[in-house]
């Protein structure tokens, strides 16, 4: 009698342990495809969806979404975004030029799915900093060092015309680029303060001549006004009316009739 209640003791506790678990893992369960189906996605980004890896076409904009629980969320910053690169090229008259590029992008909306399935999370280092490089030596290329400092607004139009034919086809959009801290080797830096230096020596020997040119042209004009009859006319505005008491025999006064000193 006894061993029959043990046993009855036995399967009530094992059917109750048995329960139990069964409540814990329906929990467990019930708490994971909460979590699972549904993502928050975060001001200024995209999330891109895909499922056992492949990408669903799916894009999920800012804000609380639920989702099928076995989608993941790939997320993307698709606000404006800043890199910079250190680049070398040649001018189009074979000048070594360095120089600093910051490009601000961003990625459009609707188009980020072909940036992950085509290149994926990395596609700064894979598609942005490869695109910059090759721009500046392409940009670089049709302009002289000369022309290079004195038309940089020329040569960023060029760049960032060719930037966007690169990268637009990938959903980025460029920005605005900065071209900075230009520089060219010693050599060619020393040749164009020279050639600054002879400039200056030169206009200022231009504007000496030319002032010169103009004090002559004065004087000339002065002297040939220093006639007779406006010596005169000085002489008669001046003159009181008076003869001088004593006169000497190297003193003169103007003959008013004869319009000549005597």
Known sequence: MKALVRADRGRSELGFGIGAAAIVVVVVALVWL?????????????????????????????????KNPLDRANKYDVKVQKTDAEAGAASA????????????????PGQVSEIHQRVGTDYPSKLIDPALQEVFKASTAKFDA??????????????????????SPFGI?????????????????KAIEAKQVAQQHAERA???????????????????ALTEFYLRKLFLEKWNGQLPNVMGPTSSIYDVSRGSGQ
């Open 34 to 66: 909460a979590f699972a189906s549904t993502v928050s996605v975060g001001t200024g980004e995209i999330a891109v969806m895909t499922r056992f890896g492949r990408v669903t076409g799916q894009e999920l904009g800012e804000g609380f979404h639920v």
């Open 93 to 108: 008259d074979l000048q070594d030029v360095q120089a600093k590029l910051v490009l601000n992008f961003s990625l459009e």
């Open 146 to 167: 000369t022309q290079l400092i004195t038309e940089r607004p020329a040569v960023k139009q060029e760049a960032v015309g060719l930037l966007r034919e690169r990268l």
């Open 173 to 189: 959009r460029v920005v605005d680029l900065s071209l900075t801290d230009f520089e060219f080797s010693e050599d060619f830096s």
């Open 206 to 224: 231009r504007f000496n001549l030319e002032a010169a040119r103009t004090d002559a042209e004065a004087q000339q004009v002065q002297g040939a």
